[in-house]
């Protein structure tokens, strides 16, 4: 059974920082490209990013430049950084594969900024 569950969310201020996790178990990590969704209140998920096999990594424009992902095949986690919040990246945040039939999805990580 496929699991992923994500971390580390929580309420900041504007400018501030958090960093995201994601665990997944009962998939062979490595061989699928990971991404980091969101959905904000009344509006759809999104992909802001993701980080292939080999690394390639692609982001959201609305996030480049101050989100980063990573990944670490050794602990079955993917990563997000993100740096520079701004109250429009308030929104669950998930993770699931990309570029692939979809898994179930978990409970996300509440992301809230405010001031």
């Known amino acids: 059974q496929v699991q992923l569950v994500e971390s580390g969310g929580g309420l900041v201020q504007p400018g501030g920082s958090l960093r995201l996790s994601c665990v997944a178990s009962?998939?062979?990590?490595?061989?699928?490209?990971m991404g980091w969704y969101r959905q904000a209140p009344g509006k759809q998920r999104e992909l802001v990013a993701d980080?292939?096999?080999?690394?390639?990594?692609n982001y959201a424009d609305s996030v480049k430049g101050r989100f980063t992902t990573s990944r670490d095949n050794a602990k079955n986690t993917v990563y997000l950084q993100m740096n520079s919040l701004k109250p429009e990246d308030t929104a669950v945040y998930y993770c699931?594969?990309?570029?692939?039939?979809?898994?179930?999805w978990g409970r996300g990580t509440q992301v809230t900024v405010s001031s």
């Open positions: 699931n594969v990309v570029r692939a039939p979809l898994y179930q």
């Open positions: 980080i292939g096999i080999a690394g390639t990594i």
């Open positions: 009962g998939i062979i990590f490595s061989r699928y490209a």
